[in-house]
Every structure is written in structure tokens, then in C-alpha cells.
């Protein structure tokens, strides 16, 4: 209400340079021209036309042309008497009401489909290897199908013959929530022809945004995801800087830790080859090495025990050295943690682990591994990429937002 006082007088304004004659209560013939003002609004959705008088007998605005070039407005006819009804339903709040309650309804069934008995559309009944049953919560599912797009497709058609399709700048494709809507209900009436095939199977996950078109009725759903939508460009502004500082702790990432996550310390086992320690449970990996490069050069297995496939280890000695293995063990690659994740070998993986260090989600073990995998000088790096990362690159991204 505000927003439309604000605006409404701009708006008279506006329509007096145009030639259009301004609106006034006491003038019977006011808003007769309005069509000209709602071609420069639309095209945003029915919230541009806050500040435009609505139709007489109506709570808002709408224009003038034929909907689908044969429902009119005029009263004494029977596409306008059509029409008019369509209007009146739209513009009932039980309508937005019994839809909304659809909605909710059609999530919960949706919330109890049971994939591990799914075949084909999910209700063929032991057809499925392996299955024998019923297809339990699906056949809801499947049996609803038809119900919700059937409804939700007669709420598209009263609100396109109360709003018009597209043409008119009121119209109901000129709201993008309409168009979402819109696509939604089309989808769901391609997937239920006979003779789809298998591709009704991937048409059918659309049916999934039914749940989003409660913000279509909800206004401050809107508002927020309005919101969202109008701080995309800072957002880019600060995606762009996210992309600079993955590359750059990427980069010192790879030059400092490229494969050092791989050290473990490994048991070595004289007079043995790894065949001898294949069939142990307790090896993790087993490799071949020469100790010793005496005159025999004998080949000795060294095994990596389960107790010992967590713990990172180093070979060099510096000031604040990493974990140096004990004696009867030594220091050797191996495969990477979090089966082969979690390290800095390459550009992509180093971006996986500073994304992970920066949502602060198990940090701290990768920090510890690190360090004991060369010098524990390397917690400054993850300090840094901490502090910078987690406490600033993403509240700036929040700041934005609170900004719009």
C-alpha cells in the first residue's frame, strides 16, 4: 500500500505527458485509457501495476483486449460474462486457498514415494528382480497423478481466460511465477499421454517444482526470492572474488603440499615380499623397496598397517619437523585420505579441500595432517585461509544480500 501511494503520483504524471488522461474518483470516465500506461508496465508481472486503478467491478487492473482473441470484458455478452466469472474465481481468496492446500497436499504425497520399489512408473507389482511385493507408498503417488495435474491445469485455463495468455501486457505469461507455473502444468500433462516410452520417467521428476509454486501465492515468498534475484549482480561481483582466492590458496596449496598427504609410515618386514602379506587383513597397502644399498641389494616388503593408514608422516627435518615414523618403519607414499579426496596434487582437488576448509566442516584434521606431513609451520596457511575464507569470503556474500 505504501509502495502504491509512493508511485501512484509519478504515475498520474506520466500519463498526462503521454496524452493519457490522469485518473480521478470523481470523474466517471477515468482509467478508460489506462491501456497505454499498462504497455509501458508490462512485462514484469502484476506487481508493476500497483500504482494503476483497477477495473471497474475488480481489485485490480486488467486490459482491455479480447483474452485468447475471443473472451471480452463487456458484461452483456457470453464470452465476457465467462470472462468475468473467471475473474471473479481468480480474485477469490478461497481460490488461492484451495490451490495452496493442493500444493500442500500434493508434497506429502509426494514426500512418501518409495524409490527401492519404483519400476517403471512405480506401481507394477513383482516385476522387479530380486522384489516381490506391493509397490507400497507409490501407487498413491501414481493414483494422484492424475487428480493434482488436473486440477492445477484448470486453474491455468481459469487464470489465462480471466488474464489472457500472452499477448496482453496484463496477461498471464507475463508474470515469470505464471511461466513457471505454466511449464509445470505442461510437463505434467505430456508425461500422462499413453505411448511416452522411457522418457516419461525423466519428465516426471519436473512434478518436484509443484512444491515451489507456493511461492507464487505466498507474498512474502516473492519478496525474499525477489530478493535473492535482484542481488545476483553483486553476487557475481562476489563469486568472481571467490574464484581469485580459490586460485591463489589453490596454487600455494599445490607448490607446498603436492603429495605430501600421501606419507605414511610403513612397517618394514625383512626377508618377505608383499605376495607373503597379500592375504593379511591388516595390510592396507604393501610396498617393495631395498632398505639398504649394500653389495646383495635385497628386496624387502614394507607393509602399511591398518593401524598406522591415518597417520601422516615426513622425511625431512627442519625447524617444528612434521611426524617422523618410529624406528623398524619408514616413511612412504601411499593413496591419499578420504579414499583419495582430501590433498593438493592438483589444482581441482585443491579447490575440493579450501572449500571444505572454508565451511569449516573437518578443517582441523586436515590441518593436523598436513602438518605432520612436512613442518608444523603449515598452520599458517590454514589460519589464513580460515580467517579469510570462512569468516570473510562468505559473510561478504551474506552482507550483499542484506544490502538489496
Same mark, same amino acid.
Given at each position: 500500500r505504501y509502495r502504491a501511494e509512493r508511485r501512484a503520483p509519478r504515475l498520474r504524471h506520466e500519463m498526462a505527458d503521454d496524452g493519457v488522461k490522469p485518473f480521478d474518483p470523481d470523474d466517471p470516465d477515468a482509467g478508460t485509457h489506462l491501456e497505454k500506461k499498462a504497455g509501458k508496465i508490462g512485462g514484469m508481472g502484476v506487481d508493476e501495476l500497483d500504482g494503476v486503478p483497477p477495473t471497474p467491478?475488480?481489485?485490480?487492473?486488467?486490459?482491455?483486449? *479480447?483474452?485468447?482473441?475471443?473472451?471480452?470484458? /463487456?458484461? /452483456?455478452?457470453?464470452? #465476457?460474462?465467462?470472462? *468475468?466469472?473467471?475473474?471473479?474465481?481468480?480474485?477469490?481468496?478461497?481460490?488461492?486457498?484451495?490451490?495452496?492446500?493442493?500444493?500442500?497436499? =500434493?508434497?506429502?504425497?509426494?514426500?512418501?514415494?518409495?524409490? &527401492?520399489?519404483?519400476? #517403471? *512408473?512405480?506401481?507394477?507389482?513383482?516385476?522387479?528382480?530380486?522384489? +516381490?511385493?506391493?509397490?507400497?507408498?507409490?501407487?498413491?503417488?501414481?493414483?494422484?497423478?492424475?487428480?493434482?495435474?488436473?486440477?492445477?491445469? &484448470?486453474?491455468?485455463?481459469?487464470?489465462?481466460?480471466?488474464?489472457?495468455?500472452?499477448? /496482453?501486457?496484463?496477461?498471464?505469461?507475463?508474470?515469470?511465477?505464471?511461466?513457471?507455473d505454466f511449464t509445470v502444468v505442461i510437463i505434467s500433462i505430456i508425461s500422462a499421454m499413453p505411448g511416452m516410452g522411457n522418457g516419461v520417467s525423466s519428465l516426471r521428476v519436473i512434478r518436484v517444482l509443484r512444491p515451489l509454486r507456493a511461492m507464487s501465492i505466498l507474498p512474502g515468498m516473492r519478496v525474499l526470492i525477489g530478493t535473492m534475484i535482484a542481488a545476483i549482480p553483486m553476487i557475481a561481483n562476489v563469486m568472481l572474488f571467490c574464484l581469485f582466492f580459490f586460485t591463489v590458496f589453490g596454487i600455494l596449496g599445490m607448490n607446498l603440499y603436492m603429495g605430501v598427504l600421501r606419507n605414511r609410515c610403513f612397517t618394514v618386514v625383512t626377508e618377505s615380499a608383499c605376495v607373503d602379506h597379500a592375504e593379511h587383513e591388516s595390510n592396507e597397502f604393501c610396498r617393495e623397496i631395498i632398505p639398504n644399498f649394500g653389495e646383495d641389494r635385497n628386496v624387502t616388503?614394507?607393509?602399511? &598397517?591398518?593401524?598406522?593408514?591415518?597417520?601422516?608422516?615426513?622425511?625431512? $627435518?627442519?625447524?617444528?619437523?612434521?611426524?617422523?615414523?618410529?624406528?623398524?618403519?619408514?616413511?612412504?607414499?601411499?593413496?591419499?585420505?578420504?579414499?583419495?579426496?582430501?590433498?593438493?596434487? =592438483?589444482?581441482?582437488? $585443491?579447490?575440493?579441500?579450501?572449500? +571444505?576448509?572454508?565451511?569449516?566442516?573437518?578443517?582441523?584434521?586436515?590441518m593436523y595432517m598436513t602438518m605432520d606431513a612436512t613442518t608444523g609451520w603449515s598452520v599458517i596457511y590454514f589460519i589464513l585461509l580460515v580467517f579469510t575464507g570462512g569468516f570473510f569470503l562468505l559473510n561478504l556474500a551474506l552482507a550483499v544480500i542484506t544490502e538489496v
Open positions: 467491478g475488480f481489485k485490480r487492473f486488467y486490459g482491455e483486449e *479480447r483474452s485468447l482473441g475471443y473472451f471480452t470484458l /463487456d458484461e /452483456d455478452t457470453v464470452p #465476457g460474462k465467462i470472462r *468475468r466469472g473467471c475473474i471473479k474465481i481468480v480474485e477469490s481468496p478461497w481460490f488461492e486457498n484451495i490451490i495452496l492446500a493442493a500444493i500442500l497436499i =500434493n508434497t506429502i504425497i509426494l514426500c512418501t514415494m518409495e524409490p &527401492l520399489k519404483m519400476e #517403471g *512408473r512405480g506401481c507394477e507389482e513383482g516385476v522387479r528382480i530380486n522384489y +516381490q511385493g506391493s509397490p507400497g507408498n507409490n501407487r498413491a503417488v501414481e493414483d494422484s497423478e492424475a487428480f493434482f495435474t488436473t486440477l492445477f491445469t &484448470l486453474e491455468a485455463v481459469v487464470k489465462v481466460v480471466a488474464m489472457g495468455f500472452i499477448l /496482453d501486457k496484463t496477461s498471464y505469461l507475463k508474470d515469470g511465477w505464471n511461466v513457471m616388503a614394507a607393509v602399511l &598397517l591398518s593401524d598406522d593408514s591415518e597417520q601422516t608422516c615426513t622425511n625431512t $627435518s627442519m625447524s617444528w619437523p612434521g611426524y617422523l615414523c618410529p624406528a623398524g618403519m619408514m616413511c612412504l607414499k601411499a593413496s591419499n585420505p578420504n579414499y583419495g579426496i582430501t590433498h593438493f596434487d =592438483n589444482i581441482a582437488h $585443491s579447490w575440493l579441500t579450501i572449500f +571444505q576448509c572454508i565451511t569449516l566442516e573437518g578443517w582441523t584434521p586436515i
